[in-house]
């Protein structure tokens, strides 16, 4: 892993940082009302989103899910838009249209993110055969859960994309549970990615609590890809560290499987990492955590300040012009 | 009697049904996960304690595969209760409800059954676009499935044991906020009708409408949510000494048209509310039958309250626009006057 510059770390590290405090400020504003709707936040899996879209550029595509701020913050949407957008605003990246579960922007290659859950799958293989169409060496990350995995649609997906050798990375975000489902109640596998076998595609398998593992998986996959290999399932494996969605009382799993992971949390990991190589200082660590919570409230006051959309233009947008 | 919420009643009719007939079994996503949620709106809480896991079926995340084994179990001989978290996940398994599922008895010339019942949350509740639509049009659009849409815990109860017992696949439309859920997965600005539900066992009938207020002057027809508008703009519109009678038909298919026709021939004037969007709709549907069949006995054109012809929107200003309210429904039968 020292192979990978300094920079690229120090920006990863970043990414996490603001999706975890972005995240728990969504929270707060949840509990004041300032944010409507449900939340379903990414605390805990911020490795995964980072680690993958470290390696990808700006031509690229992500498909996020309905757990999707990790996904557009790693991608490059800006925390301005999404808080905006959150918080219903005219100025949010969806004008307000869609809220939480469909966070995204086509300008840095995400579309909104899709709430139907594996409803993503068909999508990404479709945007991955059009840049191989039009020969672009670039790649679609398609981002599922464990409970995804048994969707009839992803089924579909990923038999298509491995036939036709499309550029697309499926990453199965396997955080133990669908909702309050238990994984290994609902798949015989002990990995999802043992059904890369069936479609005849790669699989891979990384510490999903662990940035640096993360990015050299995925940094391989995509290269991969991005050669006309074909399609890879990565499955990185690790924990939301918090509820489903904001309704969640969390009485399904027990204390001791949270304190696990919860003790190998990816922020704090790669943290100690940077002061354990001396490459960085606490005293470093906390002036990026200081620059961090500043973007926060920033994206914050943005969306404060700006105007709530006119009722009447809900009429607006139902088609493209 | 007892005093229910929506969800508890739910609860209590699959309760029964389940004692009173083996062949009865739920299957859903989270529906009854030891420590889970009891469904997305808590109406299997705690059967799985009292069934077992086996007639309690947690299922994988596969809207197909949910709904084509309860089609094939009901085939086979059981009697599936199946549920969606969202009813937009209806579209997922759309096929199986409408290739499969309504066709199979006419396909068999009458011969096979598919005594099923699918349950949806439908309505909007600020999660827009895919979490919010209200679906019943799409669905009384397919012959062979029967539709029902309680508003009421009392019809709740009572119209999900007939679904049960029907022999034909019954899809169960339920407003997420009608269900009176509490705790944490209560939604924001529900209703919470809590009514009177017998202890004693008794059904509703499918296709079987009923009057929830009687008036001279006009005629309004809602259903889940809008019931309660219509009878919000009923209370004010009696103050300007305007009388309304206000249906709700309970099933939508097949609809107790002569309820509503008997209705308008007494007021001369009608008026549908829908949380749907109007086009290829489920009130314009109400308004053709009407103009068809009762066209002399009109003082008025008939007329609609409809969402306008765009997905639900998320931001609270723009979907409370799109929404129907009790003020819309005075301002729309004052222009019949
Ligand atoms: C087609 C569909 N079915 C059900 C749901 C309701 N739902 C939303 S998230 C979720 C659990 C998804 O689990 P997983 O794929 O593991 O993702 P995670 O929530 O763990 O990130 C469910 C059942 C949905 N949004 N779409
Ligand atoms: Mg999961």
């Known amino acids: ?321 | 009697m007892a005093m229910l919420t929506i969800a508890e009643a739910l609860r209590e009719g699959i309760r029964e049904e389940m004692m009173r007939d083996p062949r009865v079994f739920c299957l859903g996503e989270d529906i009854g996960i030891s420590g889970g949620f009891g469904g997305a709106f808590t109406v299997t809480l705690g059967l799985s304690d009292q069934f077992g896991h086996e007639r309690i079926l947690d299922t994988p995340i596969s809207e197909i595969g949910i709904a084509g084994v309860a089609i094939g179990a009901a085939m086979a001989g059981l009697r599936p209760i199946a549920d969606v978290q969202y009813g937009d996940f209806l579209f997922c398994m759309m096929d199986q409800l409408a290739n499969q599922a309504a066709k199979m008895t006419y396909m068999s010339g009458g011969t096979v059954a598919v005594p099923m019942v699918m349950r949806a949350p439908v309505g909007s509740t600020r999660r827009g676009t895919q979490h919010a639509q209200s679906l019943e049009a799409f669905f009384t659009h397919v012959p062979g499935l029967k539709i029902v849409a309680p508003s009421t815990a009392y019809d709740a109860k009572g119209l999900l044991k007939a679904a049960v017992r029907d022999d034909n696949p019954v899809l169960i439309f339920e407003h997420k906020l009608l269900y009176g859920s509490k705790g944490a997965r209560s939604e924001k600005g529900a209703l919470s009708p809590i009514g009177e539900v017998p202890d004693e066992d008794y059904i509703v009938p499918i296709g079987k409408g009923i009057i929830r207020r009687e008036g001279t002057d006009v005629t309004i027809v809602g259903k889940l949510t809008t019931v309660y508008m219509a009878l919000a703009a009923a209370e004010e519109l009696a103050k300007s000494g305007i009388s309304a009678e206000v249906i709700d038909p309970r099933t939508l298919v097949p609809l107790d048209k002569e309820l509503i026709l008997s209705s308008v021939r007494k007021t001369g004037r009608l008026v549908v509310v829908e949380e749907d969007n109007k086009t290829g709709g489920w009130a314009g549907d109400i308004l053709a039958t009407v103009a068809e069949e009762a066209f002399f006995y009109l003082d008025a054109p008939v007329k609609r309250i409809s969402a306008p012809d765009t997905p639900p929107p998320f931001a609270p200003v723009m979907e409370a626009y799109y929404l129907p309210s009790a003020e819309k429904i005075i301002q729309t039968v004052k222009s019949l006057f």
């Open chain 1, 1 to 321: 892993m020292q192979q990978i510059a300094t920079p690229v770390l120090l920006d990863m590290y970043r990414r996490m940082l603001t999706i975890r405090r972005f995240e728990e400020r969504c929270n707060t504003l949840f509990m004041q009302g300032r944010i409507p709707s449900t939340l379903h936040l990414y605390i805990g899996q911020e490795a995964v989103a980072v680690g993958v879209c470290a390696n990808l550029r700006l031509s690229d595509y992500v498909l996020g899910t309905h757990r999707p701020h990790g996904h557009a913050i790693a991608k490059g949407v800006a925390i301005r838009d999404i808080m905006a957008e959150l918080m219903a605003k005219d100025t949010g990246c969806s004008r307000g249209k869609a809220g939480s579960m469909h966070v995204g922007d086509i300008r840095v290659g995400m579309p909104p993110a899709i709430g139907i859950v594996g409803g993503n799958a068909p999508i990404a293989c479709g945007m991955a055969l059009a840049q191989k169409r039009q020969g672009r060496d670039d790649v679609t990350v398609c981002f599922f859960g464990d409970g995804a995995a048994n969707e009839g649609a992803v089924h579909e997906a990923m038999n298509m994309a491995s036939i036709w050798a499309l550029p697309v990375i499926f990453v199965c975000e396997n955080n133990l549970y669908g909702a309050s489902t238990p994984y290994g109640s609902v798949s015989k596998l002990e990995n999802v990615a043992d059904r890369a076998v069936a479609y005849g595609m790669r699989g891979m398998i990384a510490d999903g609590s662990d940035v640096l593992a993360v990015y050299e998986a995925a940094c391989d996959a995509v290269s991969f890809s991005r050669k006309g290999n074909g399609p890879v399932l990565l499955e990185c494996k690790t924990y939301r560290l918090c509820g489903h969605s904001r309704s969640d009382p969390l009485t399904y799993r027990t204390k001791e499987e949270e304190a696990l992971w919860r003790d190998k949390e990816p922020i704090k990991r790669l943290g100690e990492w940077f002061v354990a190589q001396g490459l960085k200082t606490t005293a470093d660590l906390a002036e990026i955590e200081r620059e961090v919570g500043l973007a926060i409230d920033d994206a914050v006051a943005f969306a404060d300040a700006s105007p709530y959309p006119l009722p009447e233009d809900a009429l607006k947008h139902v088609f493209y012009e």
